[in-house]
């Protein structure tokens, strides 16, 4: 029998070099400024659950990075990203520890640390390209300002990332397999076209008849009609889808946005049940990050006003222009544009019932 070592907490946790890893810049210049150690720690912090969020992404990526993901991974992949939206929580509800340090506690230390910046997370940007955030989809004066500050072996590692395949990219070819964009014998799209044309009629009888509103809020609401009708017929039609994605309004491809559409609807069935909330818990990690951003932003206003960022950013308007640019499952939040009624969806025939639902629980007529 393999005798084995004792393993104490202090040691397997490595607590005296986590917890003396703090060393507050204003101590070098007179007596350490109090608030100084909370900034410290929260930042630590930070980067201690970005690297879980990061060991979660790059085994979700693993997971998927096949030519056939098993169903019995999907609930791993599932509780795995749900474990992200829970660390998520706690980087938004550590903003309120923060935000008890006031601007004059802030600036009693603040000079001390340029050029330094949460603006040189690593860790963060890696998680963004991970999840499908690439280079492309950022602004110029962020690249640039971001790339000059990192040092080389850390602009290697983002680049060797970037040029990873991304968890997004990893999801549009799992979609595109997906057998939803024909059926042997059923024409689904053709009987959503037919669902979507009832709806979209029943919409303009009801605005044009509508005695409340006046001739031109009536004439607004039918464009916009129009322009719904005119979006329906774009996800059906694949040469004007292919003309969208190359304009950069969706990046997913026609058959992986089909597959997605069809999920949405059809998610009550047990084998799209995982895949729906796959769908819609990656929806909520672009959520909780536009969440975070945001109050990131707003605590940032509150504190510096309109100062310069010591890193040399603009403060509390660069972090608000990010909010709603680096988002990596957009196409996911936008699919709600191509949903219907529930009595409107389409009746699938038995045998693809058959397929989506437990077999010995379904109830033929």
Same mark, same amino acid.
Do not use: C
């Given at each position: 029998?393999?005798?084995?070592?004792?393993?104490?907490?202090?040691?397997?946790?490595?607590?005296?070099?986590?917890?003396?890893?703090?060393?507050?810049?204003?101590?070098?210049?007179?007596?350490?400024?109090?608030?100084?150690?909370?900034?410290?720690?929260?930042?630590?912090?930070?980067?201690?659950?970005?690297?879980?969020?990061?060991?979660?992404?790059?085994?979700?990526?693993?997971?998927?990075?096949?030519?056939?993901?098993?169903?019995?991974?999907?609930?791993?992949?599932?509780?795995?990203?749900?474990?992200?939206?829970?660390?998520?929580?706690?980087?938004?509800?550590?903003?309120?520890?923060?935000?008890?340090?006031?601007?004059?506690?802030?600036?009693?230390?603040?000079?001390?640390?340029?050029?330094?910046?949460?603006?040189?997370?690593?860790?963060?940007?890696?998680?963004?390209?991970?999840?499908?955030?690439?280079?492309?989809?950022?602004?110029?004066?962020?690249?640039?300002?971001?790339?000059?500050?990192?040092?080389?072996?850390?602009?290697?590692?983002?680049?060797?990332?970037?040029?990873?395949?991304?968890?997004?990219?990893?999801?549009?070819?799992?979609?595109?397999?997906?057998?939803?964009?024909?059926?042997?014998?059923?024409?689904?799209?053709?009987?959503?076209?037919?669902?979507?044309?009832?709806?979209?009629?029943?919409?303009?009888?009801?605005?044009?008849?509508?005695?409340?509103?006046?001739?031109?809020?009536?004439?607004?609401? $039918?464009? +916009? %009609?129009?322009?719904?009708? &005119?979006? *329906?017929? #774009?996800?059906?039609?694949? /040469?004007?889808?292919?003309?969208? @994605?190359?304009?950069?309004?969706?990046?997913?491809?026609?058959?992986?946005?089909?597959?997605?559409?069809?999920?949405?609807?059809?998610?009550?069935?047990?084998?799209?049940?995982?895949?729906?909330?796959? $769908?819609? +818990? %990656?929806?909520?990690?672009? &959520?909780? *990050?536009? #969440?975070?951003?945001?109050? /990131?932003?707003?605590?940032?206003? @509150?504190?510096?006003?309109?100062?310069?960022?010591?890193?040399?950013?603009?403060?509390?308007?660069?972090?608000?222009?990010?909010?709603?640019?680096?988002?990596?499952?957009?196409?996911?939040?936008?699919?709600?544009?191509? %949903?219907?009624?529930?009595?409107?969806?389409?009746?699938?025939?038995?045998?693809?019932?058959?397929?989506?639902?437990?077999?010995?629980?379904?109830?033929?007529?």
């Amino acid at each position: 029998m393999k005798i084995l070592k004792p393993v104490y907490y202090g040691d397997y946790l490595q607590l005296p070099k986590i917890l003396g890893a703090q060393a507050p810049e204003s101590a070098k210049y007179g007596p350490a400024a109090h608030e100084e150690t909370l900034f410290i720690i929260i930042h630590q912090t930070y980067e201690l659950w970005f690297k879980q969020i990061l060991h979660e992404l790059d085994s979700i990526r693993t997971l998927m990075h096949r030519d056939f993901v098993p169903s019995t991974d999907l609930s791993v992949i599932n509780s795995r990203i749900e474990r992200v939206t829970t660390i998520q929580q706690i980087l938004i509800d550590q903003i309120r520890v923060m935000e008890t340090m006031t601007t004059l506690d802030f600036m009693e230390f603040r000079d001390y640390l340029v050029p330094a910046s949460g603006f040189q997370s690593l860790q963060f940007r890696l998680i963004e390209a991970t999840l499908g955030i690439k280079p492309q989809h950022r602004m110029e004066v962020e690249k640039n300002f971001f790339n000059s500050r990192l040092k080389a072996e850390d602009k290697k590692s983002l680049e060797d990332t970037e040029k990873n395949i991304s968890i997004l990219e990893l999801l549009e070819e799992w979609l595109s397999r997906m057998p939803f964009s024909q059926f042997d014998g059923f024409d689904f799209w053709g009987e959503y076209a037919v669902a979507v044309n009832t709806m979209l009629s029943q919409d303009h009888e009801i605005i044009s008849g509508n005695p409340s509103l006046d001739e031109r809020t009536r004439m607004m609401e $039918l464009k +916009n %009609l129009e322009m719904t009708r &005119e979006t *329906f017929s #774009t996800l059906l039609d694949a /040469h004007r889808f292919d003309e969208w @994605r190359k304009e950069g309004k969706v990046r997913l491809s026609q058959r992986a946005m089909m597959s997605a559409v069809f999920i949405y609807l059809y998610r009550d069935y047990p084998a799209l049940q995982m895949p729906f909330k796959i $769908l819609n +818990n %990656l929806v909520e990690v672009d &959520e909780k *990050f536009t #969440t975070w951003r945001y109050r /990131h932003a707003i605590m940032v206003q @509150r504190i510096l006003g309109t100062k310069i960022g010591t890193g040399g950013s603009s403060g509390h308007e660069y972090l608000k222009s990010t909010t709603e640019r680096n988002r990596a499952f957009l196409d996911f939040f936008n699919l709600a544009t191509f %949903l219907l009624p529930k009595s409107m969806i389409p009746k699938l025939p038995h045998e693809i019932i058959d397929q989506l639902d437990i077999v010995y629980d379904s109830v033929r007529n």
